[in-house]
């Protein structure tokens, strides 16, 4: 009953805004965290940040902080990372996944496919 699906993934030039979606199981809303991370090749995986159903949020690579903004819209089911700023090194796959609670100590429990994010001029 868990499934996570994500899109919005683009080529861009470094400096530029993109927002990336991931829809939500309604089982997957109710009972876990959704957090974002990124896997880059040769790069080890890294979280980024958090969402919670009380709409706490919590940044898992407080590199980004202030970049990258985490929202989600239960209705629609769908939970958004805009990123602002986008440089070369944040070129990834990025995936959005479930956690049982926020935190960089917390395993990615199950996880969507990925959207391909490109940043180059």
């Known amino acids: 009953q868990v499934e996570l699906a994500e899109s919005g993934g683009a080529v861009l030039q470094p400096g530029g805004s993109l927002r990336l979606s991931c829809a939500v199981s309604r089982f997957a809303l109710d009972n876990y965290a959704i957090a974002w991370f990124r896997q880059a090749p040769e790069k080890q995986r890294e979280g980024i940040i958090c969402?919670?159903?009380?709409?706490?949020?919590?940044y898992l690579w407080e590199t980004e902080k202030g970049r990258f903004t985490i929202s989600r819209d239960d209705r629609a089911k769908t939970v958004y990372l805009q990123m602002n700023n986008l440089k070369p090194e944040d070129t990834a796959v990025y995936h959005c996944a479930t956690q049982n609670e926020c935190g960089d100590d917390q395993p990615f429990l199950s996880w969507g496919q990925g959207t391909q994010v490109t940043v180059s001029s």
């Open positions: 969402i919670e159903g009380n709409l706490w949020t919590r």
